[in-house]
């Protein structure tokens, strides 16, 4: 192994040891330390690869299938190591992702529509007050923030980062934590950015945050989950009933690069829309991902819900403020559902597609 990275390992292991002292006794310990400490010597890929299937629950269907799962998933070990020396400040490893390609997981469970720059008639949020900001906020400890969904194998991320953004928007109007239908946004949005030919919200086919603001904006409202439940697939009709709106639009609009004014429309506005590179999501475990190298090109939609102040990164021997994020992959992955990743440096372009949501309340009859 390279002498650059031998300390990184040793550092690595220690954090995946702390965490996996707090881990079930499932073999999350076990499978974290064997994948950060790299002892195939020790412990055979089938043996990791038995672990996975009984954690996940995972099964298949030929012996022509269980072979290919595994040669990817072999593939996906080395990516962790990967990612663990790109990213020693967060622990990579085993995840409910690791039989999956790189392309598969894209298509399967990101769902961003791809587009640089946002466009140019954008409303732009106002610039405000910085100076008084608190050193560390959670939307999670204020009652804004629904528990953590699952989009499935489905690319619906933006409908999940829109809906949230919408659910806090909405409780800061009312005081009520309503969670919202993304299934309304798949069947029913197919609203267009009339600057991108090819960018219309599709179902799990991807989508943008902003576009799913604009149709909620000229449908009136979302309906409530409950009333329009979660189905995972596009290929329904848009059932859509205005009398049972549970949350509607007063407006939206898109927030500068500045971490300054990010963190001061999330403490004011509520959590925030936000599109991120989620290359090492893929093999993300826990800690504040902050990885030397990360591409800022956006495929994947997600919620700002806070900010802290010190992320411990003892490879760089400092204290690192750091950005926590909600995702839509279920509770079972990363920290409960949720991502840290370091501010500082617009890192895999986290900053870079910001919004805010403003709601109306709505006198509702539920």
């Known amino acids: 192994m390279d002498h650059r990275f031998s300390l990184l390992f040793v550092f690595s292991l220690v954090i995946a040891t702390s965490f996996a002292s707090a881990a079930d006794s ?12 790299e002892d195939h010597q020790l412990n055979s890929d089938h043996h990791h690869f038995s672990l996975f299937k009984s954690k996940f629950g995972k099964s298949y269907a030929t012996k022509e299938e269980h072979d290919h799962r595994f040669s990817i998933f ?27 390609s790189p392309a598969e997981f894209r298509q399967k469970h990101l769902g961003l529509r791809r587009r640089l720059k946002l466009p140019s008639d954008a409303n732009k949020a106002p610039i405000l007050p ?22 499935g194998s489905c690319g619906s991320c933006w409908s999940f980062s829109a809906t949230g953004a919408l659910e806090g928007a909405n409780f800061l109007a009312t005081r009520k934590l309503v969670s919202l239908s993304e299934q309304q946004l798949v069947d029913c949005d197919h609203e267009c950015d009339p600057e991108e030919a090819d960018s219309c919200d599709s179902g799990c086919n991807g989508g943008l945050m902003n576009s799913a603001f604009e149709y909620t904006l000229k449908a009136g409202g979302l309906m409530r989950e409950e009333d329009y439940p979660y189905t995972g697939t596009d290929r329904g ?17 898109v927030i500068s690069l500045d971490e300054d004014q990010i963190a001061a429309n999330l403490v004011k506005n509520g959590p925030l829309a936000v599109a ?21 090109r956006l495929d ?19 204290e690192k403020p750091y950005w926590i994020i909600k995702n839509s992959w279920g509770e079972n992955w ?3 559902g949720f991502y840290k990743i370091c501010q500082g440096r617009n890192i895999c372009g986290v900053d870079s597609m910001v919004s805010t949501v403003a709601a109306v309340h709505i006198a509702s009859s539920h």
């Not at 499932?26 to 950060?36: A, E, F, K, L, P």
């Not at 059932?239 to 949350?247: L, R």
């Not at 939609?301 to 760089?316: N, Q, T, W």
């Open 26 to 37: 499932d073999g999350d310990d076990v499978i974290i330390r064997q994948v950060v400490g």
């Open 334 to 336: 990363g920290e409960n």
């Open 74 to 100: 072999k593939s996906n070990l080395r990516r962790a190591r990967r990612h663990q020396q790109l990213d020693p400040t967060a622990v990579h490893g085993v995840t409910q992702f690791s039989d999956l």
């Open 276 to 296: 991120i590179n989620a290359v090492y999501m893929q093999t993300y475990v826990g800690g504040v991902s902050c990885p030397y190298i990360c591409s800022k």
């Open 237 to 253: 009709t848009c059932k859509f009933d205005k009398t049972k709106i549970a949350a509607s639009v007063a407006n939206f609009s």
């Open 300 to 318: 994947h939609g997600v919620l700002l819900v806070g900010y802290g102040s010190a992320g411990y990164a003892p490879i760089r021997m400092k």
């Open 130 to 151: 910085t100076n008084d900001l608190p050193t560390d906020f959670d939307w999670r400890d204020h009652g804004a923030v629904a528990p953590v969904k699952n989009q």
